[in-house]
């Protein structure tokens, strides 16, 4: 079933459509240009900052031109994830949308609906004139997901409104008025190739079916780490059969928990049975350990050719025991507010690159901005510990939270008014492009809502419909009741 018939009427349309447009971070360029097209279609303004930040705007309807100017923010880029044995291009194969009961999810990828149904959103609101409101700046950033970069050098001039609504929090019936600020680790090490040691037996070893998840708003679930599941699991190997590590690769994204891994090693002929036997019983053991949390767990290992080489063997220790002490996952909750993570860490991959190296990449988040550096410190140590090379990304700040904002008291009461219950008002342990726009305009007052979006990062996502048309609902009451200007 195609999904343009559903509620809200065009909305889903647009998210249609949408879906049809590659938009990886760092290829923004085919969605920037059909949103520019849309602007002039409509008659609208539309402005690209330096960084290729756009901004589309509408005046007022007639009668409210002295009510505040809002400012509505999304991001264009999505992750794109797949299963392995997925085919699909992401430059060139669009999403396919599909209704499973009352979600909307895609097959075997990434739905995209972080942030697309915030841009979706933003084009209803500016190609219908029957809705009635004041001024609007839709402002629609470009990468996103791999580092904020839109937010990060958006000019400090570009938008006026005094008042922003961000469209990329996934919780219906949740306010958020802030976030967590983050930063990444990345470490690589140099290793030697070494000539494979004859009559030895190569295995491919293909870890998957664990759940991965956002690695901020899903890291305190206790999912499985791919990277770190196969990392024990070389170790044990190692301990009792000795073998070569040829390769290891694990992961994808900064912002997603890995949810596959593989790993191509060597062993003794004569430990062939007693290796296999033993892969099952971790996997049966892994089963147990991680419960209902991963049901899906995997491991499969295959006899293939041998690559001829290995790593060589102080390598191979260091970059196991290194990932053994990376720590993964929750690190401690807020003491503010309940039920909020403050900081963590997730171990997003590890790849062997050309030129005989390793990458690992790890990103921190905290809304401590001391927690967060002290933990990005640890595990620079770590890495430098075991003889890598270590560099820390930019970061981004977090967004503390504002509880008399003029914005969130509109918004709760326009809840109250449409649903006849109190929304839940939080942080979010995730990073919004929030604080760095603060940062570019202090002062400005600013929001979070979204519909229920589950497994955002991994091919689980899937958008809730009914959520969707009360975050329609929701966003129209608010612009209704934005305060005229003093």
């Not at 809002?70 to 209704?99: A, C, F, R, Y």
């Not at 097959?107 to 915030?118: C, P, Q, R, V």
């Not at 102080?314 to 290194?322: C, D, F, L, T």
């Not at 967060?372 to 890598?388: M, N, P, Q, S, T």
Request: proline residues 4%; hydrophobic residues 40%; glycine residues 10%.
């Amino acid at each position: 079933m195609t999904i343009n018939h559903l509620e809200p009427a065009g909305l889903w349309r647009f998210f249609e459509e949408i879906c049809r447009i590659p938009r990886l971070s760092g290829n923004e360029g085919r969605i920037i240009g059909f949103l520019e097209d849309f602007a002039r279609e409509n008659g609208l303004e539309s402005n690209r900052d330096k960084t290729g930040n756009l901004l589309i705007k509408k005046a007022a309807s007639p009668g409210l031109e002295k009510i505040k100017p809002v400012v509505l923010q999304s991001h264009l880029d999505m992750v794109g994830e797949k299963d392995s044995n997925t085919v699909h291009d992401w430059d060139n194969d669009p999403i396919v949308p599909v209704i499973e009961g009352d979600w909307v999810r895609a097959e075997k990828t990434t739905l995209g609906a972080d942030d697309g149904i915030g841009i979706a959103a933003q084009m209803k609101l500016l190609s219908d004139n029957e809705i009635a409101m004041g001024p609007i700046e839709c402002l629609f950033t470009v990468d996103e997901e791999s580092g904020m970069t839109g937010a990060k050098y958006l000019d400090s001039n570009f938008f006026t409104s005094s008042i922003l609504i961000n469209l990329d929090s996934e919780d219906e019936g949740q306010l958020f008025i802030g976030c967590a600020g983050g930063i990444d680790t990345i470490a690589t090490l140099k290793y030697s190739e070494e000539k494979a040691p004859a009559g030895y037996t190569a295995w491919e070893i293909t870890l998957s079916g664990l759940l991965g998840g956002h690695s901020g708003d899903e890291i305190h679930r206790g999912f499985g780490n791919s990277v770190k599941i196969m990392n024990r699991l070389l170790l044990e190997l190692d301990s009792i059969f000795g073998i070569n590590l040829c390769v290891f690769n694990g992961g994808n994204l900064r912002n997603a928990i890995p949810r596959e891994a593989f790993a191509t090693i060597l062993s003794k002929p004569v430990d062939k049975e007693k290796l296999v036997r033993y892969v099952a019983e971790y996997c049966d053991r892994l089963r147990e350990e991680l419960g209902e949390t991963d049901p899906g767990l995997k491991i499969d290992i295959t006899e293939v050719y041998s690559p001829g080489i290995i790593i060589d063997r102080i390598s191979q220790e260091k970059i196991n025991m290194a990932i053994e002490k990376c720590p993964h996952g929750l690190i401690a909750w807020s003491k503010e507010m309940k039920d909020l993570v403050e900081t963590s860490t997730n171990l997003a991959s590890i790849k062997f690159t050309e030129g005989s190296s390793i990458k690992i990449v790890t990103s921190q988040r905290s809304s401590v901005e001391s927690s967060k550096a002290e933990l990005a410190l640890r595990i620079e140590a770590i890495f430098r510990g075991v003889g890598a090379d270590v560099y820390h990304s930019d970061g981004y700040p977090g967004w503390q939270p504002d509880t008399s904002s003029e914005i969130l008291a509109v918004t709760k009461e326009s809840y109250i008014k449409m649903f006849g219950e109190e929304p839940e008002v939080k942080a979010i342990h995730a990073g919004l492009e929030c604080g760095l726009i603060l940062k570019k305009f202090p002062g400005l007052d600013m929001i979070s809502f979204g519909p229920t979006i589950k497994g955002a990062h991994t091919p689980l996502e899937r958008i809730n419909i009914n959520s969707t048309v009360k975050f329609w609902k929701l966003l129209l009451e608010v612009l209704r009741n934005i305060p005229a200007e003093d």
